[in-house]
């Protein structure tokens, strides 16, 4: 995977570094964190303290624009990042379809039942 910096903006008000990144890969699209990984190295970031924002895969191509955000501390991370991706994914129960549909039939069948 090949990485290339194409904008670099520090805003000092959010206490953030906003970076976007021009990847090319062969195969797939890669994971998230493998991109966290090799855009922390190429930034000498801290991972701890990065959050990738966007990552906009080119149709029929490649390659990938991400856009990420690299916090100066903590604070101004949790302050503005409330959720990070990983807790979000961690909390979110996986929900069946099929096992919702089922209960509600059953609940108008007994409704229906009753009368």
């Known amino acids: 995977m090949e990485i290339?910096?194409?904008?670099?903006k520090t805003n000092k008000l959010l206490g953030r570094r906003e970076v976007q990144l021009g990847i090319s890969y062969s195969g797939s699209t890669p994971k998230k964190d493998v991109i966290k990984e090799e855009a922390c190295k190429?930034?000498?970031?801290?991972?701890?303290?990065?959050?990738?924002?966007?990552?906009?895969?080119?149709?029929?191509?490649?390659?990938?624009?991400?856009?990420?955000?690299?916090?100066?501390?903590?604070?101004?991370?949790?302050?503005?990042?409330p959720r990070k991706e990983t807790k979000a994914k961690a909390e979110k129960p996986k929900k069946d379809a099929a096992g919702k549909k089922e209960e509600g039939?059953?609940?108008?069948?007994e409704e229906g039942k009753e009368s």
Do not use: C, W
């Not at 039939?105 to 069948?109: F, G, N, R, V």
């Open 4 to 8: 290339e910096i194409k904008d670099d």
């Open 42 to 81: 190429k930034l000498s970031a801290d991972p701890e303290l990065t959050v990738i924002h966007k990552v906009n895969q080119l149709y029929g191509n490649a390659s990938s624009v991400v856009m990420l955000r690299v916090y100066s501390n903590k604070e101004s991370m949790k302050k503005f990042e």
């Open 105 to 109: 039939k059953a609940e108008t069948k």
